[in-house]
């Protein structure tokens, strides 16, 4: 018996080592981008029915798991406060050194509101450099301002 989302996650995780999938392999299945497809794979998203029982048969998820793919799940949640694993870390640490410059920017060029995490995109795509490959990131989210009440 599955008992939670996270439980699900480990048996996408151990199937995709076993069987040598690629994230963008179980995208064009569901035909959605890599990006917001492993977010999902990884518990952070939910899936549809279609979509779900799509990822069920790549993965050879039992039908459970394939219900628990479609419950809203508990985002933004890494095992410690300020996470350990060196490349989530350096998000973390973008975020502590440039969060302020980001947010100062989008007031500048915006007014007082948020970038959205809901009506959002992101890209990451290796860009070819003669001193070592770069990782470009884009991220695209929409502006929502405050509204006076």
């Known amino acids: 018996m599955i ?10 995780l151990a199937n995709k080592v076993a069987k040598g999938i690629k994230w963008s392999e ?13 977010a999902a794979c990884l518990g952070q998203m939910t899936f549809d029915k279609k979509q779900a029982e799509i990822v069920g048969e790549i993965f050879s998820l039992p039908d459970e798991a394939i219900a628990w ?10 095992p410690t ?3 350990t694993d060196p490349l989530i870390y350096r998000w973390y640490e973008i975020v502590n050194v ?10 500048e060029e915006f007014g007082d509101g948020i970038m959205s995490a809901i009506d959002f995109s992101m890209d ?7 001193k070592g490959d770069r990782v470009n990131v884009v991220l695209s989210g929409k502006f929502l ?3 006076t009440y």
């Open 69 to 78: 793919l479609q419950i809203a799940p508990y985002k933004g949640s890494l």
């Open 98 to 107: 440039y969060g302020s410059t980001i947010k100062e920017l989008i007031h």
């Open 26 to 38: 179980v995208a064009s299945a569901i035909e959605l981008s890599k990006e917001w497809t492993t």
């Open 124 to 130: 990451i795509q290796r860009q070819q450099d003669d």
């Open 145 to 147: 301002p405050y509204k």
């Open 81 to 83: 406060a300020v996470p």
């Open 3 to 12: 008992s939670n989302r996270d439980e699900v996650t480990q048996l996408i």
